[in-house]
């Protein structure tokens, strides 16, 4: 045989060998999936939780992201990044989610671009309104960086863009895209939830009324069936609820009110302890411009401890701070109202890196207090919310005075940093009443005294305004839960009680995505505009130079091989 034919022959073999591979490897591929993510944070891993989501799906989940149009970079790269995450969900999920990128502002006609917004905002989606450079100056563009989400007949926001005071524009973008998986496996968990849990709101204690937790009660009713429950020494009132919400309660608990919450802890049950050890009377020092502020005697601090917290009676002042108006006229003349900075309503900055805080926007607080946390035995602690680096406490009776407005602040003497005001508390909470109860009640089976409770979790908050909304008392209408009315600015209140209790309700892990980090590689601004042009044409030619000696040698190789 000639050595051309056996040239020949091996290569048809090397031929039908490679095409035999690969149509082995595909007939395998079929029965076995597998991704390879080769990004060094995994940023297209999906969590286990996430995939046991979306192995649940029995139906298409319909997206409309409307991210789609003519808009910066950045906006670009959350959308390209959206696109691919949700990509990432449909190959986990047999093929059930479906989407579409729109441009809402695609009409030329504004009447009509105005109404696809107004429909748009009334269901749900927040626009962002850009200023961009053009050779005669900026013109407005507003953009909706989010999606609506329909599974079964039922539809749910989603905002892409997550906001945060004091983040730079690409920090922001990409804690959106870090958020990405979390906020879009939320989204379906909640349209695909058939049962879902109860939450109660306690009532009976001088609690935040309806009106005033108006906001997150609405927020809440989302995921959750939420209700008012009074305990009325009833042993039974808080079964059947996943979690409680005690929202700055100004009388005392009872002792067998104590008794029933304390064993709603024993037995599983989670609360969001939301509470102020100082009666601060707001309508007095509107009406006075100057008031003292004294402990409440609530009841609940002998439980506190005994879980592994103190609330202190005192109050934390802060130079990181809303602003209030106040009347620089002078009497006689016209009123002239400016803002200033009221350093008893601190702004706290969550910077800790935990699924309840990681990536929030500045939560508003309004005469907060302390916590010190107590060493417990199989409970861990982990601190959620603390005051800035100027910060002091005052201790009670606590003056508090409008006057405190026409100071000028001295920082030297705010000496007090980072004090804490959230804590969550998590593992095995021994029961208040332990060694303190009669044999016949602890023995009773019929109420099934528990002294070491089972694993569960709580959050104290020791400040009972974060989770009030205020309101219109002349039309009965409340703000969003926040809302500053006179910075006009909404902070990151509702969200921040959101995490609270998802966090604390949820069974699958969910929430711990919210803790990935995705590494932020900006581009040196400076080094590009010295080096880009050196930089573009060394991509662009060195690659074709690099073809071109390859080329070369294979030339050079072939020639002498077949010239032999």
Same mark, same amino acid.
């Given at each position: ?85 949700? @990509? ?32 748009? %905002?009334?269901?749900? &989606? ?20 989010? +999606? ?12 892409? &863009? ?19 998986? %979390? ?35 609405? =927020? ?31 009388? +005392? ?37 100057? !008031? ?5 005697? &609530? ?72 916590? @010190? ?24 009776? !606590?003056? !508090? ?21 959230? !804590? ?17 009640? =602890? ?122």
């Amino acid at each position: 045989m000639s050595e051309i034919n056996k040239n020949k022959k091996r290569d048809l073999t090397a031929l039908a060998l490679a095409v035999l591979i690969i149509v082995l490897l595909n007939f395998v591929g079929s029965f076995v999936f597998h991704r390879f993510d080769l990004t060094a944070e995994k940023r297209y891993t999906l969590s286990d939780a996430t995939k046991n989501l979306l192995s649940e799906i029995n139906d298409v989940v319909y997206v409309k992201v409307y991210l789609d149009g003519d808009f910066p970079a950045g906006f670009k790269r959350l959308r390209d990044e959206t696109r691919e995450m949700l @990509d990432e969900f449909r190959a986990y999920s047999n093929d059930n989610i479906e989407y579409e990128f729109i441009n809402p502002s695609v009409s030329d006609n504004k009447k009509q671009q105005n109404e696809i917004y107004k429909q748009l %905002y009334d269901k749900g &989606l927040e626009p962002t309104n850009l200023e961009v450079k053009e050779e005669n100056g900026t013109t407005q563009q507003i953009i909706w960086p989010a +999606a609506l989400v329909t599974y079964k007949g039922r539809e749910l926001p989603w905002q892409l &863009l997550k906001t945060q005071m004091g983040q730079s524009a690409e920090g922001q973008l990409n804690n959106s895209i870090q958020a990405l998986e %979390y906020e879009f496996a939320s989204v379906i968990r909640n349209l695909s939830k058939v049962i879902r849990p109860q939450i109660g709101f306690i009532e009976g204690h001088g609690e935040l009324d309806t009106l005033a937790t108006y906001d997150i009660a609405a =927020a809440l009713s989302e995921f959750y069936i939420v209700k008012r429950v009074e305990i009325k020494q009833q042993l039974k009132a808080l079964e059947g609820y996943k979690a409680i919400v005690i929202a700055k309660p100004d009388t +005392a608990f009872s002792e067998q009110d104590q008794f029933i919450l304390d064993q709603y802890i024993m037995k599983g049950g989670k609360v969001l302890w939301v509470v102020d050890p100082i009666n601060m009377p707001v309508d007095s020092l509107s009406r006075m411009g100057r !008031v003292m502020a004294v402990p409440y005697t &609530l009841g609940i601090d002998k439980m506190l401890y005994k879980y592994g917290v103190r609330v202190n009676e005192n109050m934390v002042v802060d130079m990181q701070c809303s602003a209030i108006p106040i009347n620089k006229a002078l009497k006689g003349q016209q009123p002239r109202f400016e803002l200033m900075p009221w350093i008893f309503s601190p702004l706290l900055n969550p910077t800790l890196d935990h699924p309840i805080a990681k990536n929030l926007d500045i939560i508003k607080t309004d005469f907060a207090s302390t916590i @010190d946390t107590i060493e417990q035995k199989g409970v861990k602690k982990t601190i959620l919310l603390q005051s800035s680096k100027y910060s002091k406490t005052l201790v009670q009776p !606590v003056r !508090v005075d409008l006057n405190y407005l026409r100071f000028q602040l001295d920082e030297k003497q705010f000496n007090n940093p980072y004090q804490n005001v959230a !804590v969550l508390l998590e593992g095995e909470f021994q029961s208040v009443f332990k060694n303190r109860i009669p044999p016949e009640i =602890a023995n009773d089976s019929a109420i099934g005294f528990k002294a070491n409770g089972v694993k569960t979790a709580m959050i104290v908050i020791s400040d009972g305004d974060i989770i009030r909304n205020d309101v219109q008392y002349q039309t009965r209408k409340p703000y969003p839960l926040g809302f500053d009315k006179y910075t006009q600015r909404t902070y990151g209140n509702r969200n921040f009680i959101l995490n609270c209790i998802n966090y604390l309700c949820d069974d699958s892990g969910l929430i711990s995505v919210r803790a990935r980090e995705l590494t932020l590689r900006l581009l040196d601004k400076k080094k590009v505009k010295n080096e880009g042009t050196k930089w573009k044409v060394i991509n662009t030619a060195v690659p074709l130079l690099l073809v071109i000696v390859y080329g070369l040698i294979y030339y050079y190789i072939r020639k002498r091989k077949y010239s032999s």
